[in-house]
């Protein structure tokens, strides 16, 4: 049997992951439109993958991504003074064959801070 502080360190080694039952009850159990305020947003000057960032990925035919993107309109609220969007949509290419997926699209967005105009 590992000691406390050994579970410990193992403990915070793995990733946090949920499973399928507890997601659900835990998604009825959140209010109704409850507001998208980014808290970790992407810092100005940063470069490279912002996938450590609040951020929201959609991905499937284009009618359901526009769709989904509909429901996502207070995103929009973010480009502004001191914040921009940084939007990504496009069609998926097979990354074998090197051809356009025809029914497979993705968007994302993450909200940066903006550079102060001089």
Do not use: C
């Not at 080694?13 to 009825?28: G, L, M, N, V, Y």
């Not at 439109?33 to 947003?41: A, G, Q, S, T, V």
């Not at 502004?80 to 097979?94: I, S």
């Amino acid at each position: 049997m590992l000691e406390f502080k050994q579970w410990l360190e193992a403990a915070q080694t793995q990733a946090w992951r949920s499973k399928k039952k507890e997601i659900i009850s835990f998604w009825k159990s959140l209010p109704n439109n409850l507001p998208l305020i980014p808290y970790n947003i992407v810092p100005k000057g940063h470069q490279g993958s912002v996938h450590a960032y609040d951020g929201i990925r959609v991905t499937g035919s284009r009618q359901f991504v526009n769709a989904s993107i509909s429901r996502l309109k207070d995103m929009l609220n973010y480009e502004a003074d001191n914040t921009k969007l940084y939007l990504l949509y496009h069609q998926q290419v097979d990354k074998n064959a090197h051809n356009p997926m025809p029914n497979s699209f993705v968007f994302y967005v993450h909200v940066k801070e903006r550079t102060k105009k001089q």
